[in-house]
């Protein structure tokens, strides 16, 4: 449906005058139709091919005859598994130790009383303002005086409150205080930009501290991972672009290996970054690592390879003289394309042109979906206007002919 509206709206682009009838008058136009269509396979005449026709063909197109090298590798996977990797009870503990010191400190929160200086004409008068805060402020009244007292119109109708800090969010002055302050704790003046604070924290939010028992698989997975890590890292240093043999490898570390024998590039299901990985390394040769996951990553060693080759002409002689001759049949094709003495006479037709097995065909009041027409050819049909005319059309390797017999009004 989308092929045929895309189609019908190409065809009546031009049309802006057009009204909805004459639009649905196409829509549902039937027409009648003859054609005929011819490939290569319908050519009957006979052709030369010279040597120069076959060898200039082959030389133009050696990627088509190129064997592709192929190799034979080995590979062996290590896993966290096979390399049998473990962690004791020391380890664990002295894990859980180092768990233990990276804890943080529980976030306060944190609420202020503040004077600021600007509000008083003198220093003397901002001195004894503050020191008279600091003589009668004390946990019990410390909201009360934020409400009498504290000059920041932004906490006032909040107690004075800060919000919560991990010991980063205020300025160092203040964090040096809080982190002294236990809860409920508050504290003398403590001076920053010239004007006063008194802190008060009202809350702390203590950290999740795990216990060793729900801590302790996750020590040993995280231990693990650094164990194959470093193991890893040993590993591939020992044997990319080394010349160690393969026996060693299995002997040394106890893990068979698994063989690809004659394999070519693309010919496999290692990713393409693995490939090249493969195919890039000298015979005899370990790779670096390909297939790398969390817990595991394979090396391969290049056990033997077949270079790259070209097969010979004489060895593709008839593949070659088949595509040349079909060549040469497009190519006739193309001459009868060119004729203008086509007609649908087929006695005629196959007097005139070395062709045959065609067959001259007619479609009666069809519509653009009721014929068996492939969408291109429904859309050449239906665009032509003329009737009584022979069209030709070559689409790819067809010779496409046809003529609109009729043109009938649709519903």
Known sequence: KLNLTVALLNSTANIFSSSLDQYLDLLTERRSIQFFELTKDNVTKEFDVSQDELDSFYLSNLDFYQVPEKRTYATIEFSKENLAIEVNDEELDQAYESYLQTI?????????????????????????????IE?????????????????????????????????????????????????????????????????????????IVLSFDEKVQDLRDELEDIKFEDLS?????????????????????????????????????LAVGDQSTVFNVALNQWTDPIEERKDSFKIAYVVSLTPAETIPLENVLEEVRGVVLDQ??????????????????????????????????????????????????????????????????LLGDKLFVFSVLARNQGD
Not at 111 to 119: R, V
Not at 184 to 199: I, M, P, Q
């Open 104 to 132: 943080p400190a529980g976030e306060k929160r944190v609420s202020h009383l503040m004077i600021i200086s600007d509000n008083y004409e003198t220093n003397q008068e901002f001195t004894e303002k503050v020191n008279s």
């Open 135 to 207: 003589t009668v402020l004390t946990a019990n009244n410390f909201e009360d005086y934020v409400v009498s007292d504290s000059e920041d119109e932004g906490t006032l109708d909040i107690g004075g409150d800060l919000g919560f800090t991990d010991g980063q969010i205020f300025p160092a002055e203040f964090e040096q205080v809080i982190a002294s302050l236990d809860v409920n704790a508050v504290s003398k003046a403590v001076f920053y930009e010239g004007n006063a604070h008194f802190l008060k924290v009202t809350e702390i939010d203590e950290p």
């Open 233 to 269: 890292l040993n590993i591939v240093s020992n044997l990319s672009g080394s010349a160690l043999e393969l026996t060693e490898i299995e002997n040394l570390y106890g893990i068979s290996s698994e063989l690809s024998s004659d394999i070519s590039f693309g010919d496999n299901d």
């Open 328 to 393: 040469k049949r497009n190519e006739y094709l193309e001459e009868v394309f060119a004729d203008d003495g086509l007609s649908f006479d087929e006695v005629g037709l196959k007097e005139l042109y070395a062709i045959a097995d065609f067959k001259i065909e007619e479609f009666k009041n069809i519509n653009r979906t009721t014929s068996l027409l492939a969408n291109d050819l429904v859309n050449l049909v239906f665009n032509e206007p003329m009737v009584g005319t022979v069209e030709k059309q």
